[in-house]
């Protein structure tokens, strides 16, 4: 139904928002294997991309998946590849060459039980520190989180943005349930969508240097096949690109790809926050795990305590500035999770305040329920 000549509201299932979110994005490209809770978002690209002028490959395993996405990015097209947690596991060591030759890219993993095949069809919160530091080295990368059906699909258009404004692979971590919930949500039109593209070079192919730094600390990109000479490799590289081990020019490789991300923390770090003005008990809480906490938070008000909401929808790099002025604000800070703390170890990190973290994990394959966290509100 068109409410608009700018809004459409339409029902979507999470991984069906994804998909709009990426086309609206600009992704022209996937390659992926079938895996549960995931299986949606290739099934719904291998009918919509051909439609766009687009590709969809289904590849022989997710190896081969993520292979063929750098593949098409650095070919100049914004790229896809969604799947789940034993399939994310195979991804990493190309993951890691996405890093270090700086390829723009969106990975979705929709999070279920592990590890192994674990619990195919329950939803988990298992794979946050995975997320950041599953593939070796001393690298960045962004993870963000979807915790509703609108988050889908504004959060995937983001992670386009940012993946091609900072050369960075950026990571969306969603869970089975929000995958299969359905929901009314307004999609906004074409022309209220930002998208961001990749930065060009603007000097002749003969000047070209393929990772000269600049003001952003992000290189210009030139696409394969436009007449730019352009080596990728996944060792450390100079500026043109050849392999070096020469001590400065390792360490500046590394500060620059850090330093890039560290500038734009004020663009990359999102937090959301519900009823936080005057909270004493706050809640800190993401993917499907922050819906149950909203409803919590606002039943917890009609009985007269004070709590609020801290939504993350960036988890890494871990939006430390801002969770850290709750934690002064508020004595007391909830942290739910479907894992056994991972993002509660990064909150007690940072806390430097006299707040008091409750951890409240459940591991069993089941949805934390508003009443769980209510309970922990009103004891706290």
Not at 272 to 296: H, N, P, Q, W
Request: glycine share 8%; net charge neutral.
């Amino acid at each position: 139904m068109v409410d608009s000549e700018n809004v459409k509201r339409v029902l979507l299932q999470g991984n069906e928002a994804i998909v709009a979110g990426a086309l609206a994005a600009g992704c022209r490209f996937f390659a992926g294997y079938p895996i549960t809770p995931a299986s949606e978002i290739s099934e719904l690209l291998s009918i919509k991309l051909p439609e766009l002028g687009g590709t969809f490959i289904q590849m022989e395993d997710e190896i081969a998946s993520i292979g063929a996405v750098i593949g098409a990015s650095l070919a100049g097209t914004k790229s896809l590849t969604a799947t789940s947690g034993p399939g994310f596991s195979l991804m990493q060591e190309n993951l890691g060459y996405a890093c270090v030759a700086e390829v723009p890219c969106v990975i979705v993993n929709v999070m279920r039980g592990g590890p192994s095949t674990g619990l195919p069809t329950s939803p988990s919160q298992g794979d946050v520190q995975m997320a950041r530091w599953g593939t070796h080295g001393d690298h960045p990368i962004i993870v963000l989180a979807v915790s509703s059906v609108a988050d889908c699909f504004s959060v995937t258009v983001k992670a386009f943005n940012l993946s091609e404004k900072y050369r960075v692979p950026v990571i969306i971590l969603s869970d089975e349930v929000v995958a299969h919930t359905r929901e009314a949500v307004a999609l906004p039109g074409n022309d209220q969508i930002r998208v961001i593209d990749r930065v060009a070079p603007d000097v002749p192919p003969e000047w070209y240097k393929p990772y000269a730094d600049n003001n952003r600390g992000v290189p210009d990109m030139a696409n394969f096949g436009d007449g730019y000479r352009h080596h990728v490799t996944g060792l450390i590289h100079d500026d043109m690109g050849y392999p070096t081990q020469n001590p400065q020019e390792v360490e500046k490789f590394y500060k620059r790809i850090h330093s890039k991300i560290s500038k734009g923390f004020q663009d990359i770090q999102v937090t959301k926050t519900f009823l936080m003005e005057d909270a004493e008990i706050c809640v800190i809480a993401y993917g499907s795990v922050a819906r149950s906490a909203l409803k919590a938070v606002r039943t917890a008000r009609e009985q007269g305590v004070k709590a609020g909401l801290v939504q993350l929808v960036t988890l890494f790099p871990f939006p430390r500035k801002s969770v850290d002025m709750y934690l002064r604000q508020c004595r007391v800070a909830i942290v739910p999770e479907m894992n056994m703390g991972q993002i509660s170890r990064e909150i007690t990190r940072i806390n430097q305040a006299n707040c008091r973290i409750v951890k409240h994990n459940r591991i069993d394959g089941h949805l934390i329920s508003p009443d769980e966290i209510l309970k922990r509100i009103v004891k706290a």
